[in-house]
Structure formats: C-alpha cells, structure tokens
Nanobody, 116 residues
C-alpha cells in the first residue's frame, strides 16, 4: 500500500526558509519520479517541483526557480523540498505525489504560511 507522509511545514516570515520532507513506503521508491505540488486557497493544485528516479533530473515551476530545491535520499525513501527566500505567494498546502502504475498517490499535505 503506497503511503506518503509530509512534514516540515509551518509559519515563516518573508525571506525565511523551510525544508519539507516526504517519507514514502509501499513501493520501490528509487524506481519512481517524485513530485511536490501546492494548493493555495481558492486556487488549483500546482506542480512545483519534480525529481526523477535516478540520477536526479529536476524541474521547477518558474515562480520557484532559484529559490526551491528538490532532492531525494533513496536509502531513506524520502524526498525533500528546501524552500529559501520564501514569499507570501508561497503560502499553500504542500503535497507529495507519486504516479505509481498510472494512479496518483498523495500525502495528507503540510501547511506553509509565509507572513510577517
């Protein structure tokens, strides 16, 4: 059974940093690309960052390029999202995602609030 559990969200001031983690289980983690999405109130869910299985190709939505870094530790079955220079527009619930056998699996989400 695929399970994704996010952690690391919270309240941070503009310009601050947070690191999100997503612990995965129930599938061979190293074989699958992993994604971070976010959803702000009243907006559609948005793909933020993707990392391939190996050797670690990454891609980002333009609004976070240069500020966010996605990485993975296949030994720990964990994917991370390092978020620097946070802005109020980054406020959202952040979700970890994997497409496994043509089905999308999601974690429960972790709230990130950027406010002074």
């Amino acid at each position: 059974q695929v399970q994704l559990v996010e952690s690391g969200g919270g309240l941070v001031q503009p310009g601050g940093s947070l690191r999100l983690s997503c612990a995965a289980s129930g599938f061979t983690f190293s074989n699958y690309a992993m994604n971070w999405y976010r959803q702000a109130p009243g907006k559609e869910r948005e793909l933020v960052a993707t990392i391939s299985s190996t050797p670690g190709f990454t891609n980002y939505v333009r609004s976070v390029k240069g500020r966010f870094t996605i990485s993975r530790d296949n030994a720990k079955n964990t994917v991370y999202l390092q978020m620097n220079s946070l802005e109020p527009d980054d406020t959202a619930v952040y979700f970890c995602n994997v497409r496994y056998y043509a089905s999308d699996y999601w974690g429960q989400g972790t709230q990130v609030t950027v406010s002074s």
